[in-house]
């Protein structure tokens, strides 16, 4: 599982070049929004991009830097493909939901289902990219999802709950590893 080890205040060895990193993109991103290059204003932002480096550099950088950064490299490069097709997801769940909504026995159409599957993802930030990515797909709400990487979901109907369960041809969570790298 993907472990944070936060021991000795929130630092690991070889972390410094992770605190400087962190500092700076904090330091770039308080001159960005702030708009003022004053010595009272500068001052503060450093103040504030060291305080927040020196809590929360692990966050960004937990394991040695030159991989963390190669896989989120990576990750970065293949989050606008993930994101459209999660948008064309959402766009036929809807279109699917619409038509159980309008169905002549809508009672019969919309059969809810409470279900649990094992999902092959590893890391925890897949898993929660999966939990989120099936909550903005209408129709299903991830209820909940432990360390082990069971999930509990309410599906709408059969053939949603059918779809979920079926871990070895679920689009999603493929397009997920591959993201991830853990494919």
Not at 45 to 58: E, K, N, P, R, T
């Amino acid at each position: 599982m993907d472990e944070h080890r936060r021991g000795n205040g929130g630092s690991n060895g070889g972390s410094l070049t992770g605190f400087v990193l962190t500092f700076i993109i904090m330091m770039l991103t308080w001159c960005i929004l702030s708009g003022f290059f004053d010595s009272f204003h500068l001052s503060l932002g450093i103040i504030s991009s060291l305080i927040v480096a020196w809590s929360s550099h692990d966050l960004l950088f937990s394991t040695p830097t030159s991989v963390r950064l190669s896989q989120t490299w990576r990750i970065w490069m293949g989050f606008p493909g993930y994101f459209l097709y999660l948008i064309i997801e959402i766009w036929k769940a809807n279109i699917y939901v619409l038509k159980l909504c309008f169905a002549k026995d809508v009672e019969r159409a919309i059969d809810p289902h409470l279900i649990t599957f094992k999902t092959t993802l590893k890391s925890r930030l897949a898993m929660v990219t999966l939990a989120n990515s099936i909550t903005l797909t209408p129709g299903t709400i991830t209820v909940e999802v432990d360390y082990d990487g069971v999930f509990t979901v309410h599906a709408l109907d059969s053939g949603i709950a059918e779809g979920l369960l079926k871990a070895e041809t679920n689009e999603m969570q493929t397009r997920i590893a591959k993201l991830f790298g853990e494919v």
